[in-house]
Nanobody, 119 residues
Framework: QVQLVESGGGLVQAGGSLRLSCAAS????????MGWYRQAPGKERELVAV???????NYADSVKGRFTISGDKVKHTVSLQMHNLNPEDAAVYYC?????????????WGQGTQVTVSS
């Protein structure tokens, strides 16, 4: 059983910064990819940033230059540093990993952490 636990969400003023962290536990043989998604009320879940299995890190256009994803595939952690937040960034943020476990390759999600940005 793989579990992802997120932390670091909260309330911040526009222009402020937050750092989200996510730690995965369980029997993980290897992590293929790790990323962050977000879902605002009434909207679909969208990709924010991802560290793929190969190639370079990808970001949503709306966060490029403001957010930075970092991950450790050995320690099974992934973080998202967010700067210059604006009200459009407010959402529930979810970390996701694609990992090889005893059950094969699967996709796992955290429970979500709320980010609120006041204008």
């Amino acid at each position: 059983q793989v579990q992802l636990v997120e932390s670091g969400g909260g309330l911040v003023q526009a222009g402020g910064s937050l750092r989200l962290s996510c730690a995965a536990s369980g029997t993980i043989f290897s992590i293929k990819a790790m990323g962050w998604y977000r879902q605002a009320p009434g909207k679909e879940r969208e990709l924010v940033a991802v560290i793929p299995g190969g190639g370079s890190t990808n970001y949503a256009d709306s966060v490029k230059g403001r957010f930075t994803i970092s991950g450790d595939k050995v320690k099974h952690t992934v973080s998202l540093q967010m700067h210059n937040l604006n009200p459009e960034d407010a959402a529930v943020y979810y970390c996701q990993i694609r990992a090889l476990t005893m059950s094969g390759v699967g996709v796992y999600w955290g429970q979500g952490t709320q980010v609120t940005v006041s204008s």
